[in-house]
Nanobody, 126 residues
Framework: QVQLVESGGGLVQSGGSLRLSCAAS????????VGWFRQAPGKEREAISC????????NYVDSVKGRFTIFRDNAENTVFLQMDSLKPEDTAVYYC???????????????????WGQGTQVTVSS
């Protein structure tokens, strides 16, 4: 069982930045692929980005490419999502999740992920 805790959400103006953190309870966090997802009110959950454990490769949905950056600090068992040039349409609850299938590149399919955090609210004002 892996417990995940997201933090770093808040209220920011359009064009601003936030850095989300996803802290894991396990010391083997570096073995797992990690994804970030978001869900806005009345909308389906959307995959945003993921980072692979085996080669550090990353993947982004088109709507955040060039604005968001995912990276990890394995020593701290934490994955970060740096969000720049935020837009009102980025407003959502953001979740991190872990795929416990080891040794494969990450993907943006939510059904592949086994453990989820409780989410952190991001609100971008216009």
């Amino acid at each position: 069982q892996v417990q995940l805790v997201e933090s770093g959400g808040g209220l920011v103006q359009s064009g601003g930045s936030l850095r989300l953190s996803c802290a894991a309870s396990t010391s083997t966090f570096n073995q797992y692929n990690v994804g970030w997802f978001r869900q806005a009110p009345g909308k389906e959950r959307e995959a945003i980005s993921c980072i692979s454990s085996n080669d550090g490769s990353t993947n982004y949905v088109d709507s955040v490419k060039g604005r968001f950056t995912i990276f990890r600090d394995n020593a701290e068992n934490t994955v970060f999502l740096q969000m720049d040039s935020l837009k009102p349409e980025d407003t959502a609850v953001y979740y991190c999740a872990v795929d416990n299938l080891v040794g494969v590149r990450c993907n943006l399919h939510a059904y592949e992920y086994d453990y989820w955090g409780q989410g952190t609210q991001v609100t971008v004002s216009s």
